[in-house]
């Protein structure tokens, strides 16, 4: 496997990576058409650089076993939000992820559900918490 680069993806590097998960594993041409709706030279050329781009990074691994490279996911979106937090948190707070995660928790308007879904979260990574709430 390709070794991961420090270098976070770009927008458009993120559209591609996106159409692949959302899709699965593709060509070009496919991915192309998922991205702009077309097949066009300029279109496959675009996806092709940046598919070019993914893969020195490390984000994506190119099959070459039929004469038609099909590219998948190397970095899974979890992985990615992970690595785009951690440089967030890096950039605006010394590194440290609390004040990034408070904004978010107080200024994001959690629905019942996402907020149920950080309890079990916390109760999972920190057992203590669930015992303290139920005696």
Same mark, same amino acid.
């Not at 060509?27 to 300029?42: D, P």
């Not at 190397?74 to 950039?91: F, M, N, Y």
């Given at each position: ?47 092709? $650089? @940046?598919?070019?781009?993914? *893969? /020195? ?9 039929? !004469?038609?490279? #099909?590219? =998948? ?10 690595? $785009? @937090?951690?440089?967030?948190? *890096? /950039? ?9 995660? !408070?904004?978010? #928790?107080? =200024? ?28």
């Amino acid at each position: 496997m390709a070794r991961k680069s420090t270098k976070d993806v770009t927008e458009a590097e993120l559209t591609i990576l996106q159409a692949i998960w959302e899709h699965g594993p593709a060509t070009i041409r496919q991915l192309a058409e998922r991205v702009y709706g077309e097949g066009g030279t300029s279109a496959y050329a675009t996806v092709q $650089k @940046l598919l070019d781009r993914l *893969e /020195t990074k490390g984000d994506v691994v190119r099959d070459r076993a039929e !004469s038609v490279h #099909v590219f =998948r996911a190397a970095t899974d979106r979890e992985e990615l939000i992970g690595r $785009k @937090l951690k440089a967030v948190a *890096e /950039t605006l707070c010394g590194g440290s992820l609390t004040p990034l995660l !408070s904004h978010l #928790v107080q =200024r994001g308007r959690l629905s019942e559900q996402e907020r149920s879904d950080l309890r079990s979260l916390i109760e999972r990574l920190d057992p203590s918490v669930a015992s303290k709430d139920h005696p």
